[in-house]
C-alpha cells in the first residue's frame, strides 16, 4: 500500500516538477551563494590567501620588517601581500584586484619609538567583499595588540634601539643592550609561558571539545566550513520539509485524503507514505547541500556513514513533525505561517544558524537540549570536530524514536479531525 | 435484504444539529434520491455513511452488517463518490482510476483491465492517457465517478455528482447512473435538483435543517398534496389572510403564499372543476387560476414553507 502511495507521490512530482525543482533550487543557489562568499574555491579548501597591497611610505627598519611578516613561510601560506603606492593601490582597490590595502604612513616608526605622537596604521577595506578584508582586520588587530604590549614594555630602551639601528652600529652598545633586553624577556617568561593566572571562556573551552582531542590534523578552515555548512543545511532543510510537506494540505483540500479513507480504514499508511515521501526530499537536498558543499569547499566529512544516518533521523524528525502541524492546522494558508516559524524557530533556537554559544544562557541551557535539530547540528558538527565515540549512535536513535512519537501524535490528530468532520 | 440501512442517523457540530434522527433504506437495483437544499445535511448524512465522520448517535447497516462492527468489509462494498472533484490533476485518467483501483484492493492487473472497462464505459478511452488537468468539467466528474467503482461496488453513494457541469454532461452522467442501477447496484444519490429527484430516483427522501421530512416515490409524495390538484392563483393577496374565509382551510392546504401568489392543494378527492369554482367564488378578485399537477417542489414548499431554489 505505501508503494502504491509512494509511487503516486513521485509520479505526480515527475508531472508537475516546479515545487520539486524549487526544493533542489533552493540548496543549490545556499551552496553556490555560500561558495561565492567564502571564495571556497582555494586549492587548500581553506579561505584562499588573501590578496592585500601593503603601502610603506615610512621606508624604516620597523616598517621593512612588518612588511616582511607576511612574507614569512606561515605567513605566506594565508597571505598574500604586493608592495605598491598608495595611488596604485587604490586604483586596484577600486578595480576590485585587492582584498584590503594596509597604508604604513610616514614616521610610522619614529613616533612609536618616541612614543612623541599616537600611531596608526591605515587598513582600506574591500567593501565588495566581506571575509577578506575581515580577517585582514582581525590580523591587524592582534599586531597593534603587540606593538602596544612591546611599547609598554620596553618603552625606555626604544631610544637607545632607534639609535643602535638607525645610526652607525656600536656593537658593543647593542650587545648591552640585547643583553639587557634578554635578562629582561627571561624575567617575564615565567609570566608568560605559562602564564600564572588565565581565563577560559565557555565558548573556548566548547570548541576545543568539538576540536577533539586525537588532533586529526583536518584544515581548520575547512572545518570552519563544515560547521557552518552543517548549522546551514540543517537550518534549511526545516524550510524544504514544511514546503515538501505542504503536499498533505493539497491532499486534504483536493479530498484525496478523504476519499482514501473511504476506502482503507487505516490512516497509517498513507500519512508514511507522505513522511517517506517528504524525507526522499529532504535527503536528496541534503546529499546536494552536504555533498555538494563538500566538493565545493572541498571538506573531506570524517565520519560519513554516521552523517548519513543522523541526517536520515532529522529528516525523520522534520516530516513528522511537520505532518503533525498539518493535522494541528489543515488549512494551508493559515499553516504557511506556523511552518515558516516553527522552521525557523528549530533553526535558531536550536543552534543551527550561528554557533549555540551566541544564544543567550537561558535558551542554552533549557530550551536547545530539547530541540532535535540542535541534536542533529552538533552531534554532527562534533562529528566533523573529530569526535570518535559512537554518540551519534544515540542521537539517531533519539531522533527516531521522536519520528515514530510525532508519527504517532499525527494519526491521532488526523482520526480525531475527520471524526469532527474535518474541512480543509 | 437491504443493501443500506440507516437507522436514526445524528450529527451535531457544536450546537448546530447538522443531522437529526435520519433512518432510510437502499434495496439492491434502486436508486433513493436524498433531496434537500444547500445546507440540509445530506453530505454529512453520507459522510457518517461512508465512515469518514462518527456519527453522535444512530447506526449504519451495510448489506445486513453494522458499519462500526466490521468498517473495512463495509468499504469493499460500497463506492463513495465526492461532492468535490477528489482526483489528481497531474495524473492522467488512467492512472488516476488505476490508483483508486489498488487503493480499493485490486491486483495491478486487476486494476488496469477494470479502468479500460470503465474508460469505455465512460466514454473516455480517447483521453485515458492526458492529464485530469486537461479535461473538460464533464469529463472531470466522470473520472471521478469511475474512480469509486473500480472495485464493483453493491452500493454506491453519490454525493451531487452533476454539480458545476453543462446539461449534455449531465445527461451522460445519469446515463450512466441509470445503467448501474440496472446491473443491480443500490445507489444512495443526493441532490438539489428537483428533475434529476424525480427522473432517476425511485425512493425520493426530502431533507432539510437535519430532517428527513418525508419520503417515498414521487406519486406517494404527490399523494401529500391531494394527488394531481394543484392551483395556483395571482391576486392582490396582500393584507388577506386566506385562512380566516369561511370553509377554505377545509377544503384547501395552503402551500405558498405571496403577496401575488397564492399555491393551494384540494384537500379529499373532488372533481377539479369543483375546486376551480369554489376558488372563483373566494371573497378575493382572482385574475388567473392555473392547475398543475404537484411537482417535488411543491412537496417542498408544503413541508419547508420555502422553496428548494431558494
Redesign the interface.
Known sequence: ?IG??LA?DL??AR??PLPWMINLLVPLVMTALIGMVFGGHADSGSLGRIHFAVVDEDQSFLSKFLRGMGGQEQGSKYLDPVFMSRAEALREINANHLSAVLIIPTNFTSHYLQASAPVSLELIKNPAESIHPAVLEELLGALVTGLNGISRNFNSEFPVWQAALTNEVDYDQLATLVKHTGEKLKAAKTYLNPPLVVYETEAAATNQVAAGSTGTGTNSMAGIFGYLLVGLAAMFLLFIAGNAMADLHRELS???F????????ATLPFLLAKIIYVMVVVLVCAAIMLGGGGLVFQIHWEHPLALMALTMGYAGFIATWFAVLVALLPDERRAAVLTNLSGMGLGLLGGCAFPPQQLPGFIRHYVMPWLPSHWFAETARNLQGGETTLAWTGVVLQLAAVSVGLAGVAIWLFRRR????LRA | MSLLKVDRLS?S?GASRAVDGVSLEVQPGEIYGLLGPNGAGKT?SI?MI?????PDAGEVLVAGHSFAAD??KA?RI?G?V?Q?????E??SGR?NLE??G????LSRNDARERTRELLAALTLTDRGND?VKTYSGGMKRRINLG??LL?RPQLILLDEPTVGIDPQARQNILEFIGQLRATGTGILYTTHYLEEAENLCQRIGIIDHGRLLAEGTLPELQERLGGDRVFVMEANFENTAPDAWPGFRERFRIIQKSDRQLVVSAIGTRDPSDCLRELLSLPVRVENVTLKRPSLNDVFLQLTGRELRE
Open positions: 500500500m502504491i502511495l503516486k509520479r505526480r508531472r508537475n483536493l479530498r484525496t478523504p476519499r482514501y479513507q473511504t476506502l482503507q480504514t475527520f471524526n469532527s468532520g | 450529527k457540530f454529512t459522510s461512508s465512515g469518514l465522520l462518527q468498517p473495512q468499504k460500497m463513495v465526492p468535490e472533484l477528489a482526483i489528481y497531474e495524473l492512472e490508483f483508486w489498488r487503493i480499493a484492493g492529464p474512480c469509486a472495485h
